[in-house]
Nanobody, 125 residues
Framework: QVQLVESGGGLVQAGGSLRLSCAAS????????MGWFRQAPGKEREFVVG???????NYADSVKGRFTISRDNAKNTVYLQMNSLKPEDTAVYYC???????????????????WGQGTQVTVSS
């Protein structure tokens, strides 16, 4: 079993920055592809960004150039640096781990095996 715990969410003004963390326990993340997803009120969950176990990244068009995913395998932690935040970025953000396809970053949440509980990000205008 893998437990994922997100942190770092909060309230920020438009144009500001936040860094989310996703700390894992129970198993090393080095073999997993890791993804960040988000869900805004009344909307479906959407893929934000992911990073394979080999370092390949996949970004949603809406966050390209503003968000950056990184992973520190020594700390068993994945990060999401969010810059130039917009009100439409407001959502609960979830990290997820995909073991079966660690070499590939899937935008489909159904293909991820483990999920964190989420952290709220609110961007005010």
């Amino acid at each position: 079993q893998v437990q994922l715990v997100e942190s770092g969410g909060g309230l920020v003004q438009a144009g500001g920055s936040l860094r989310l963390s996703c700390a894992a326990s129970g198993r090393t993340l080095s073999s997993f592809a890791m993804g960040w997803f988000r869900q805004a009120p009344g909307k479906e969950r959407e893929f934000v960004v992911g990073k394979s176990n080999g370092g390949r990244t996949n970004y949603a068009d809406s966050v390209k150039g503003r968000f950056t995913i990184s992973r520190d395998n020594a700390k068993n932690t994945v990060y999401l640096q969010m810059n130039s935040l917009k009100p439409e970025d407001t959502a609960v953000y979830y990290c997820a781990a995909d073991l079966a396809r660690g070499w590939y970053v899937s935008p489909d949440g159904k293909e991820y095996d483990y999920w964190g509980q989420g952290t709220q990000v609110t961007v005010s205008s």
